[in-house]
């Protein structure tokens, strides 16, 4: 078949055809590995930034109510929260008796029938019709007006008959019925507001420690004066916390209890912090506030600017409590309450917990994430991984549970795959539109060089044979004056070149040998000049760097001569800086630049001299991207200890490092965040007193089956040595610039 092949089609067809199927080959293997790094490293990218963000925000969120925990400690034990306390149940007690008031004071308070009266038509009117958008069934007002006389009595001058609207009613500081509660709340009542609006509660609560009852709160809803221990909020969560503060009853201890659905605050989510009141060894009260769920959701939100925290346009980071709801707000409720809607509406979201969502615009015990994620991450697990999130659309999530003591809370940071993965379309979309373009272009070049072999080239190839045989002095005459003309041209220029360079073949050898230096160390050239066939060498300590410079693809859109230059520019201004600290270059690959130092030549500063050079570096850098408006930045991983070195091969020479110290080197660059340094301990240890550090992750390294603890070094800035080196760096002659340690690959154990 081949054979008719060859028979049926001419010389142009057959060159076009290789031409085109060698040049279609590479540009799809090209293609195809460029891909598939980019898909990777874009993956790898998206999922380090996403648990960046997760790990930040779980570090507010804990921190968050480790503060809630100490201020409500602080409070507890502050003496004017212990006389408050004293004085309100005091007072309390004494409205509970029989002969609170005198008996005129009290008959123009009006009896408890006109309290009564009065709070039936508050709760009928103003609190019922709210609670029951929150709850099912008919509301019975026998249940929730208080039965006690104290209660009852606050109820009325405070909440009832209080002239300030629903929510306002804290603005009521005196009464004015004469009581004795009274004249205590005026008191104190302006300094728990202040407490409450300063630490963003919801509301703080004064609770007697055995009758549980609610002897004082700011905001007076409808808990206000009722007991815990019976009644209709018995079984509230913050009758829990009472609880749980009593069986617990320890000095200075916090007792949480997570969010629920709470009916004085008309069955709004709310959860409660408590600690218990000492005076003296005497317990004489409980304190609770009201979980801040705005402070959270300013936390969980970022302010509302997801943007610019790097989650897009799809991105979030919510709470998920052990019951699988949620314990923040949806960003898709907040943005876009009608879209989130319609799509919960397509999920397997219960209607009811839908309506609620609308009804009072939160997702808080109301959206179910039962998920991959959420259960993992409930389960104590953490991890990354694309799943199918709680709308039922593919998020690339990163979760991890929550350290909270007294809450089973998991973090989760979610950004939608479309969106994350948006760049590879584009990728991908570009190179089929380039790939055709490249095609079209190689077809066209094919057929003209194919034209230009239809002529006989016998004379060529008699002339090639004449000097592959050894003759200098032919010399082909061509009468045509087309291509084939100028290629003979061509080659009567080649053999004269060929003379000439046989004429110059022993200078050049002699250039040759000096050229030698800038490849090898002098060290290692003496020694094979000396007959030594095979170089190799256990070196107990050096120091090895692993740096990459981030954001090339940044200027990838400039003339591929001026990226060139660019890059040639940086490298270049790195190498003279090495040179400067007497750090050797090992090996430049695309964005990846490697350096040792104390590995010919032994020195007890090689730690020293490396980390200067490295921050040298960041400074090249900077002044690299001031001067050309680029936004390069760099990430380095550093280790010291032992390499092994060795010359390898015989007709190309090439000297090589490898080792556990490489090895770690290179695997700390590739967990360092771009514009730090990330170092081993023993590095750490030698410049602590040089270098600001900063306790970095431990990281896992499989490779050595160990941990290793890491240190940071972040916006590092020029250090000492920066003057030494631009001093070195003035006198160092451009001919010597590879005259540094050694220009090498690198070979990681």
Not at 670 to 695: H, M, R, W
């Amino acid at each position: 078949m081949f054979k008719n092949l060859n028979k049926r089609f001419k010389v142009k067809s057959k060159l076009m055809l290789i031409l085109v199927g060698v040049s279609l080959s590479s540009i799809v293997v090209v293609s195809f590995l460029s891909w598939e790094r980019a898909r990777t490293n874009l993956r790898n990218t998206i999922r380090n930034q996403l648990t960046s963000i997760r790990y930040a925000r779980a570090n507010q969120v804990e921190s968050f109510f480790e503060n809630l925990r100490n201020h409500v400690v602080t409070l507890s034990d502050d003496r004017m929260v212990i006389e408050a306390m004293i004085e309100f149940k005091r007072e309390f007690e004494q409205l509970n008796s029989l002969n609170a008031l005198p008996l005129e004071q009290a008959n123009s308070q009006g009896s408890p029938d006109e309290w009564n009266k009065a709070l039936k038509e508050y709760y009928t009117k103003e609190f019922f019709p709210r609670l029951s958008k929150a709850i099912s069934g008919e509301v019975n007002p026998g249940i929730y007006i208080p039965a006690s006389r104290a209660a009852q009595y606050l109820q009325y001058h405070y909440i009832a008959n209080n002239p300030n609207p629903v929510g306002e009613k804290d603005k009521l500081l005196n009464a004015k019925d004469g009581s004795g509660y009274s004249q205590v709340h005026a008191k104190y009542q302006e300094t728990f507001r202040h407490i409450v609006d300063k630490f963003g509660y919801y509301d703080l609560f004064l609770i007697d420690f055995d009758s549980g009852e609610i002897v004082y709160s700011v905001y007076k809803e409808t808990d206000y004066g009722t007991s815990l221990n019976v009644g209709p909020y018995q079984h509230s969560n913050l009758a829990t916390l009472a609880e749980l503060v009593r069986k617990n009853a320890e000095r200075r201890t916090v007792q949480i209890d997570d969010f629920e659905f709470y009916r004085p605050s008309y069955g709004a989510p709310a959860a409660f912090l408590g600690s218990p009141i000492y005076e003296g060894s005497r317990i004489v009260g409980i304190l609770a506030v009201q979980l801040p769920v705005d402070e959270l959701d300013r936390i969980m939100t970022a302010n509302r600017e997801w943007e610019k925290v790097g989650l897009g346009k799809s991105g979030e980071t919510y709470l998920v409590g052990s019951d699988s709801l949620m314990r923040s707000n949806s960003r898709f409720l907040i943005e876009d309450p009608e879209e989130y809607l319609k799509v919960l509406a397509s999920t397997k979201t219960p209607e009811e917990n839908i309506r609620s969502i609308e009804q009072f615009n939160t997702s808080i015990l109301l959206q179910v994430v039962d998920t991959e994620a959420s259960e993992a991450a409930l389960n104590t697990k953490e991890g990354t991984g694309i799943i199918k999130d709680y709308r039922g659309i593919p998020v690339l999530s990163s979760y991890a549970p929550l350290k909270i003591k007294g809450l089973e809370w998991a973090l989760l940071s979610e950004i939608d795959v479309a969106e994350a993965y948006k760049p590879l379309t584009a990728l991908k979309i570009y190179i089929f539109i380039l790939t055709t373009i490249v095609v079209v272009a190689v077809t066209w070049i094919a057929s003209a060089v194919a034209s230009g072999f239809l002529r006989p080239f016998n004379q060529l190839i008699g002339g090639l044979r004449r000097v592959g045989q050894g003759e200098l002095d032919v010399e082909l005459k061509s009468e045509s004056k087309d291509e084939f003309g100028e290629a003979t041209a061509k080659f009567n220029q080649t053999v004269e070149r060929m003379r000439q360079l046989s004429e110059s073949l022993e200078q050049k050898n002699r250039e040759n040998d000096a050229l030698l230096l800038n490849i090898l160390p002098d060290t290692v050239i003496e020694r094979l000049k000396q007959g030594e066939a095979h170089i190799a060498d256990n070196v107990k300590l050096a120091t090895v760097m692993f740096a990459r410079l981030e954001g090339l693809d940044k200027i990838q859109e400039k003339d591929v001569k001026e990226v060139a230059t660019l890059l040639s520019e940086l490298i270049s201004a790195f190498d003279h800086s090495a040179i400067a600290h007497e750090v050797g270059k090992i090996k430049t690959n695309g964005d990846l630049y490697i350096a040792a130092c104390g590995v010919t030549k032994q020195r007890l500063d090689s730690t020293k001299q490396l980390m200067a050079f490295s921050v040298d570096m960041f400074a090249i850098t900077q002044r690299f991207n001031n001067e050309h408006k680029t936004q390069l930045r760099i990430s380095m991983g550093i280790d010291g200890g032992p390499v092994t070195a060795a010359v390898l091969g015989t007709d190309k020479f090439s000297y090589d490092v490898w080792g556990e110290t490489v090895s770690i080197a290179d695997f700390l660059q590739l967990n360092a965040v771009p514009g730090t340094i990330l170092v081993t301990q023993e590095v750490y240890k030698c410049l602590e007193s040089l270098y600001d550090f900063e306790p970095g992750p431990d990281i896992d390294m499989p490779e050595i089956n160990q941990t290793l603890a890491t240190w940071l070094l972040s916006n590092p800035t020029p250090s000492l040595f920066d003057s030494y080196s631009r001093e070195r760096q003035a006198v160092i002659p451009e001919d010597t610039a590879n005259n540094g340690e050694v220009t090498a690959e690198v070979i990681s154990s």
